[in-house]
């Protein structure tokens, strides 16, 4: 890939995508395998006036050995020095990029009840700095090809012209080409006028259907807004969670959830690829879970055990399936572009910044909105060329959202 193209990627992820402010610490979590893309990374940061940048490595393969040899006790160890390092994160409020190019089905193999086993364990002691750290920092996910994962999406391919593909379809989807950061402002702008829309509409209840068998309907309370696009922090940083994204999206009263949805697309889960999947919903939880493969029927059992929220609601997503994602004609087998490639929903945490004028409200006026917590929060997606979704209004009105699968607003 051309040296000045991967620059201007990450610059774009400094400038754009998490803001650097002058001064302000950096951590980067990235693959192994990905030293010769973070270092542009790096640079970046500290170009944009980053004081301090730091970097934790990652590994599929080390990961996958961990879960093999060790047991569940030492899996989940929270030693002293990660407490630290989540209580530093806390005060200093580094902003925090997120480089993914994991092979979706990195864990295929590994002891799924292990794995549930040490997330119910280490989830509640992580929980309680994530919560202190909620809307007071700036963080972007953003993806660079790896060969197991472009090799999935291109299998019939080299691997160098599947890394190549790979490359281009990432940063078409990131906007790359041309004047980026134009092109993010000019995006961005766009998403914010349709989710303005939707919150003149005070849309009380959404109710889907396709002709796979969803037949869904999920309700708002009167405080929620939408969202979608850049997002600002408390003390007034704009940074750019997703990259790409091309969704409008709120939390739902948790407990309103009604029906049957059926995933349109694969998802990773755990590091294992699961498919043609849909939840019966009943009063907000998943009461039954459908799979055609009994293993994966299981793993999305487990999944939605590990915490009382796992199987509730914390985000509901409106994304056309003419969407740039979707046009490239690509199975990405990764949450953060197939999620960006028709509407989706979300099991587990919900999101405070959904609530109108949050930044005002006390934790206790907060909490007491009642949304969905959990150490989760699992993007699936249920988009079809014809789904339909309709709406009841606050004001008595019922308007049509979606038709053949597109905007109809």
Not at 186 to 197: A, D, I, P, V
Not at 347 to 371: Q, W
């Amino acid at each position: 890939m051309n040296k000045t193209i991967l620059k201007n990627y990450a610059k774009l992820i400094a400038r754009v995508g998490v803001n650097v402010q002058k001064g302000q610490d950096v951590n980067i979590t990235a693959n192994v395998n990905d030293e010769y893309f973070v270092k542009y990374v790096v640079e970046e940061c500290y170009k944009a006036g980053a004081r301090k940048v730091t970097i934790d490595w990652v590994s599929d393969i080390s990961d996958k050995l961990a879960y093999k040899y060790q047991d569940v006790e030492s899996l989940a160890e929270f030693p002293v020095w990660k407490e630290e390092k989540f209580k530093y994160q806390v005060e200093k409020l580094p902003a925090r990029i997120f480089i993914d190019s994991s092979d979706p089905d990195a864990m295929a193999g590994v002891d799924q009840e292990k794995m549930t086993a040490v997330r119910r364990i280490i989830g509640p002691k992580t929980l309680p700095y994530r919560e202190q750290m909620e809307n007071k920092y700036q963080w972007t996910i953003v993806g660079i090809p790896s060969i197991d994962w472009a090799k999935k999406i291109f299998p019939k391919e080299s691997k160098n012209n599947a890394m190549k593909k790979l490359w281009d379809a990432i940063l078409t989807t990131a906007r790359i080409y041309g004047d980026p950061i134009k092109n993010w402002e000019e995006h961005n702008k766009n998403l914010r006028e349709k989710y303005t829309k939707l919150n003149d509409l005070k849309i009380k209840t959404l109710y889907y259907k396709a002709s796979n068998g969803t037949d869904f309907s999920v309700s708002l309370k009167d405080c929620m807004i939408w969202n979608g696009g850049d997002e600002t922090t408390l003390s007034g940083v704009v940074f750019q969670p997703n990259m790409p994204t091309e969704e409008c999206f709120t939390s739902p009263d948790k407990n309103s959830a009604n029906g049957i949805v059926y995933a349109a697309k694969p998802l990773s889960v755990m590091g294992k690829v699961v498919d043609n999947f849909g939840f019966r919903f009943e009063n907000g939880k998943i009461v039954e879970v459908f799979a055609k493969d009994p293993s994966h029927k299981e793993l999305l059992e487990k999944l939605i055990s590990l915490d009382e929220g796992a199987r509730m609601l914390g985000e509901v997503a409106l994304v056309p399936f003419d969407s740039p994602i979707n046009q490239t004609g690509l199975l990405f087998y990764n949450t953060l572009y197939d999620e960006n490639a028709c509407c989706h929903l979300a099991i587990g945490r919900a999101f405070n910044e959904c609530i109108k004028d949050f930044d005002k409200m006390s934790e206790e006026e907060i909490k007491a909105v009642d949304l969905n917590i959990s150490m989760i929060h699992v993007d699936f997606m249920i988009g079809t060329k014809d789904l339909h979704i309709e709406a009841d209004t606050y004001d008595g009105r019922h308007v049509v959202i979606f038709d053949e699968g597109t905007w109809a607003i």
